[in-house]
């Protein structure tokens, strides 16, 4: 998941000195996860949705940060990133 995800990679960069991240993690997650396969006896379902962690951003706030590099996969207004 984007979490744990996102605690290795603070966990492995406290001793980095280069961080590149060209992972495409999720802008949103579940907020609820099913425990097991939803039942389509439904027509239709609505899942609410939460915000991941920007794990890029979290990398270079860092106060001992390595140097960082990444990558942005958009779809708009390309050229502002």
Same mark, same amino acid.
Do not use: H
């Given at each position: @998941?984007?979490?744990?995800? /996102?605690?290795?990679?603070? @966990?492995?960069?406290?001793?980095?000195?280069?961080?590149?991240?060209?992972?495409?993690?999720?802008? %949103? &997650? #579940?907020?609820? #996860?099913?425990? &097991?396969?939803?039942?389509?006896? &439904?027509?239709?379902? @609505?899942?609410?949705?939460? /915000?991941? #962690?920007?794990?890029? @951003?979290?990398?270079?706030?860092?106060? /001992? /940060? #390595?140097?960082?590099?990444?990558?942005?996969?958009?779809?708009?207004?390309?050229?502002? %990133?």
């Amino acid at each position: @998941s984007a979490l744990q995800m /996102r605690d290795a990679v603070l @966990s492995a960069v406290a001793t980095a000195d280069v961080y590149v991240g060209t992972a495409a993690v999720a802008d %949103y &997650r #579940p907020a609820a #996860p099913a425990g &097991r396969k939803i039942k389509k006896d &439904r027509d239709a379902l @609505s899942v609410e949705l939460i /915000r991941n #962690p920007d794990i890029l @951003s979290e990398v270079a706030a860092l106060q /001992r /940060r #390595p140097f960082t590099v990444g990558f942005a996969a958009e779809t708009d207004d390309v050229l502002a %990133y």
